[in-house]
């Protein structure tokens, strides 16, 4: 008992802890900080409260700062010197690792299976294992040793009569007369030409336009016992000269026998190298499909581009690249195919002949033909006819010329890309392998195949191989099965059980890459890391935040500290160390609220401990909307693991779509639904995923997408000029009285054009330095100090402020300062009223969070007039939002609703789905054990819902609400 008391009351060595001490990055306020290293480290606090700029602004900047000074100066002059982060000091900080949801990795030659690496033992597996079958017959292909040929043909021929022939041309064509010379000049007597055996003679030769196949006679003989010893030397000169290929011609030649040193297709003699284990990747020449050269999609020219439009005519612009009418060499000569072909340019498309068409689309191939049947005005004037027979191209192949061609410029190919669609590969069917790598198979199953396969069902498979592999082949694989049997779990253990190997890397979810980044981290068995993680729980359906926590777990007891910026109340009550940071946002916030275990911080009183406790949340309406009666009917979609899915959408409602990771929910909304709404909408050419019906589009007429990308790609677009009172603020400057007599329009006011703004930065206010492969690096400009515009323009002033100092203003100072002015008062109010009165007018759009981004576009939306017939749409709109964002949130979704729009969400966030009018499940499992509607209609309903995990946890979160309503 008394030891006990004893070792809880003893302070952690100070070795023990990361101290940070005076951290001010950003709105951090000077704070002092100790982790404790080797735990589970949870930050919290509000959106914008400081979170990011202490993990990772201050502590991994400052390890990645000293992991730079250790280069040599030599090195470091490439590299550059890093800023130092705003900080007095950090002690205790080993070396870090950030895992970030970044998928920065826009290669398309990446995949789940190269990024863990599990592809490559897959390789060397399949190079060491695998057993070749003949693409010809699909029966397995054979290898002889040279002694066991020499064994076989002995016997097989005992007594007989046969010659050993060299291959030594196979299907090629050429004269060969140089061949034939000097096998005549080596002794030979017979060649073998095109299945005909021939005397050599001199200057022999083949036709050089036919493809070939020539064989030279190495030996005849009678297959007898005092001839073994001739034969075996014959055999050895063959192979030799036939790259280990041999053939027997037995029965006065009429019977051909093949054998080979290589692997071998007994009946049809097709042979196969040696495998490596680069034949296996479609990374290499090797390995990869020659067609698609190991991408597996190719550009296809898109029909429905070329001519979106069939009932205009080619006049008008029907044929999409020709465009309309006009001065133009191609439209020239459109003009005079026409006329001697007759077609009519101004009829409808779809009233041509097929074959008239054909000629303008693919030009000369065809024209003959056509010609053929269609008289040729012989009046047509200049040029010559013989110009069109071969010039015209057609507009298909001048588009494809331009979109391949290594001489078209960067803008040309853009443009002629439009006209171009990516589709599978025919060649390799999208396994982006070469027809041989295909044909090597372990247990039956070819390496596409099972990367082709949900991870947990490829685990599976590997769990039985060992009983299906031979004894030789066991010993071989061992080594390679443990390897790869230990990377997928570690996949699976954060539960991605759903992806397979070839997914590509660049279509993963911000979430799942940096659980697969996790997963690798765990399986490089790293030891004294600091690892900082941003809401690694994003993605993940609550069912899986167990497994995800005991991943956390494994890394930190392998020896590593573990730091987390997370929302997730299950992440945050299993943390060994729970520092919440606030109290509110921006200047509000940056300061250290409670730190300590979490029963430590729960009894603090802070806003995160009174949501963990159940003090405040978010209340259940009592009733749901009725909706506006319309729907949206969408019919059996069946993109990815869609099951024929069919669901109705209520219009005018708040719709919550929900399912496990990998379940099919982006693939119902983002990729099915919104191309066929921004299809209908704005006309655009959407590629939606495969479905069989769509009614009810006409109570729609705009569709929004609300997403966390930033606002802008440039530090020069801010909430301001994106909202668009930035205009409205320019005018105003323009009309101070003092601007008027100099004479300064609202053009003056823009740091985007020339005039008014500082010209060494252009505006910008800052100077950007790039870092060869570091991110650039913005730093003030030294002209204008930042205020963005010169001397002059900062004499006008409104108010005492100069516009400069207007977009230095907190969105609160900012709302109180135009009071007066109700357009500029009532869109600024709007960002306020979304949560965001900590940001600053002139904020640049790089610096905001997503979840900033996302509220400063929906901010916008609220600011506009709208027609109460707008689609919004939000995938996983509380990623990085506190319990207290997701409030502010909530109220400015409501109030779309309420004007009639309608909302759709994807969500795991409880919080959210609970509030829902209506729910649509997807499930039950993630991958191909998914893809199912398991319920749609309002949240009560779903309780019940036997085979759905969310319906578990909404259960739950309805008692809780109901025993909160009682008290
Ligand atoms: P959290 O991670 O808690 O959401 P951040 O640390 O990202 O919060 O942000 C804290 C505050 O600092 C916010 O007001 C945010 O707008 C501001 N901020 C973040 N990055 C920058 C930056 N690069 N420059 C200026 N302000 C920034
Ligand atoms: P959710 O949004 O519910 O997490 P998704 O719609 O993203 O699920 O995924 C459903 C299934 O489709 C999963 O098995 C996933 O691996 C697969 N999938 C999604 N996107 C792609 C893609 N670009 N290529 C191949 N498979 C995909
Ligand atoms: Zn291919
Ligand atoms: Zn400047």
Not at 357 to 379: C, P, Q, R
Request: a neutral charge; glycine letters at 8%.
């Amino acid at each position: 008992m008394a030891t006990k008391k004893a070792t809880k009351a003893l302070p952690i060595a100070a070795a023990e802890m990361i101290e940070v001490f005076g951290a001010r990055e950003h709105n951090l306020k000077n704070i002092d900080i100790s982790i404790p290293k080797n735990k589970l480290v949870v930050f919290t606090g509000v959106s914008g409260s400081g979170k990011s700029s202490l993990a990772f602004d201050t502590i991994y900047n400052e390890g990645q700062r000293r992991y730079m000074e250790s280069f040599s100066a030599y090195a470091r002059q490439f590299v550059g010197d890093m800023e130092r982060p705003d900080v007095d000091k950090i002690t205790g900080l080993s070396p870090v690792i950030s895992i970030e949801q970044k998928t920065t990795n826009k290669n398309p030659r990446s995949t789940v299976g190269t990024i863990t690496e599990i592809y490559d033992f897959l390789r060397l597996l399949y190079a060491r294992v695998g057993e070749a079958y003949s693409y010809n017959t699909g029966k397995k292909m054979v290898k002889f040793s040279e002694e066991e040929i020499v064994q076989s043909v002995y016997k097989k021929y005992a007594n007989k009569k046969i010659s050993l022939l060299a291959p030594l041309v196979r299907g090629r064509k050429g004269h060969y007369r140089e061949l034939f010379e000097d096998i005549r000049k080596k002794g030979f007597l017979k060649v073998r030409v095109d299945g005909e055996v021939l005397d050599l003679v001199p200057r022999m030769q083949v036709d050089r336009y036919k493809v070939h196949d020539i064989e030279v006679v190495v030996d005849r003989l009678q297959v007898t016992d005092d001839m073994k010893f001739r034969l075996s030397q014959s055999v050895q000169r063959t192979l030799q000269m036939g790259k280990d290929l041999l053939f027997i011609l037995v029965n006065d030649d009429k019977e051909l026998a093949q054998y080979s040193k290589q692997l071998m297709c007994i009946d049809t003699g097709i042979s196969y190298e040696e495998p490596s284990p680069n034949a296996f990747s479609f990374n290499s020449p090797y390995g990869a499909c020659p067609v698609c050269k190991g991408l597996g999609t190719v550009y296809q020219i898109d029909m429905d581009a070329i001519i979106p439009d069939n009932t205009l005519t080619v006049k008008a612009g029907g044929i999409a690249p020709l465009g309309e009418e006009r001065e133009a060499f191609t439209y020239k000569q459109v003009v005079g195919i026409a006329k001697k072909y007759k077609i009519a340019l101004d009829k409808p498309i779809k009233d041509l002949p097929t074959k008239a068409l054909n000629v303008l689309l693919y030009g000369k191939e065809t024209i003959d033909e056509v010609a053929v049947s269609t008289e040729v005005d012989m009046d047509m004037e200049q040029p010559s006819e013989n110009f069109y027979q071969t010039e015209y191209e057609g507009v298909v192949t001048m588009v494809k010329r331009w979109f391949t061609a290594s001489t078209s410029s960067e803008s040309v190919r853009e443009w002629a890309e439009q006209f171009m669609k990516l589709s599978t590969c025919q060649s390799c069917a999208g396994t982006r392998l070469r027809k041989e790598s295909l044909w090597f198979k372990i247990d039956e199953k070819n390496i596409a195949d099972i990367s082709n396969m949900d991870l947990d069902v490829l685990f599976n498979w590997f769990e039985k191989l060992e009983k299906r592999l031979n004894a030789k082949q066991n010993t071989i694989a061992k080594d390679l099965l443990k390897e790869i049997r230990e990377r997928l779990s570690f996949l699976i253990n954060v539960g991605l059980t759903y992806l397979t190997l070839y997914r590509p890397s660049k279509s993963l979810s911000g979430g799942e890459y940096q659980r697969i980044r996790l997963a690798t981290q765990i399986g490089s068995q790293l030891q004294g890391i600091t690892y900082i993680l941003d809401e690694p729980s994003i993605g993940l359906h609550q069912r899986d935040n167990t497994r995800l926590i005991t991943a956390l777990q494994n890394l930190r007891d392998i020896g590593n500290s573990v730091l987390v910026v997370e929302h997730d109340k299950d992440i945050m009550l299993a943390a060994d160390h729970l520092i919440d940071i606030g109290p509110k946002a921006g200047t509000y916030g940056g300061t250290v609220v409670a730190a300590g275990t979490p029963a430590e911080v729960l009894a603090s009183g802070s806003e995160t401990a009174k949501y963990l406790k159940g003090e405040k949340w978010i209340p259940i309406p009592k009733e749901v909307r009725k909706g506006n009666g319309a729907f949206i009917e969408l019919k059996g979609a069946t993109g990815n693991n869609l099951k024929n899915v069919s669901v109705q959408l209520p219009l005018g409602k708040m719709i919550l779509v929900t399912g496990v990771s990998g379940s099919g929910k982006s693939t119902l909304v983002n990729e099915t639904l919104y191309p066929l709404l921004a299809t209908h909408c704005y006309n655009s050419k959407g590629a939606a995923m495969p479905y069989k019906s769509i009614s009810g589009l006409a109570h729609v007429d705009k569709v929004i997408e609300i997403d966390q990308s930033p606002i802008g790609r440039t530090p020069r677009s801010n909430p301001a000029t994106y909202c668009g009172f930035f205009t409205d603020i320019r005018t105003l400057f323009a009309a101070v009285p003092e601007a008027k007599i100099r004479g300064y329009n609202a053009g003056r006011f823009s740091f985007n054009v020339k005039s008014g703004r500082c010209e060494v930065c252009e505006g910008g206010g800052m100077r950007t330095i790039e870092m060869n492969f570091l991110p650039d690096v913005y730093v003030h400009c030294e002209k204008c100090n930042g205020k963005r515009y010169n001397r002059e323009t900062l004499e006008i002033r409104y108010k005492g402020k100069s516009i400069s100092d207007v977009l230095d203003m907190t969105v609160d100072t900012a709302v109180e300062f135009f009071n007066a002015v109700p357009f500029i008062y009532r869109k600024i109010k709007v960002l306020q009223e979304v949560g965001l009165g900590y940001i600053t007018l002139g904020q640049s759009a790089v610096t905001l969070s997503g979840g900033e981004a996302q509220r400063v576009k929906l901010a916008t939306e609220l600011g506009k007039r709208d027609t109460g017939k707008t689609f919004y749409i939000l995938d996983e709109p509380t990623t990085g939002l506190h319990f207290e964002d997701i409030q502010h949130l909530l109220d400015v979704l409501n109030k779309l609703v309420d004007r009639g729009n309608t909302v759709m969400v994807i969500e795991h966030n409880l919080d959210m789905i609970k509030v829902a009018d209506h729910i649509i499940d997807i499930g039950p499992e993630g991958g191909s054990g998914g893809g199912k509607v398991l319920y749609q209609g309002e949240p009560k309903g779903m309780l019940n819902v036997k085979e759905s995990f969310t319906a578990i946890y909404l259960k739950e979160e309805f008692k809780l609400a109901e025993k909160l309503r009682k008290k």
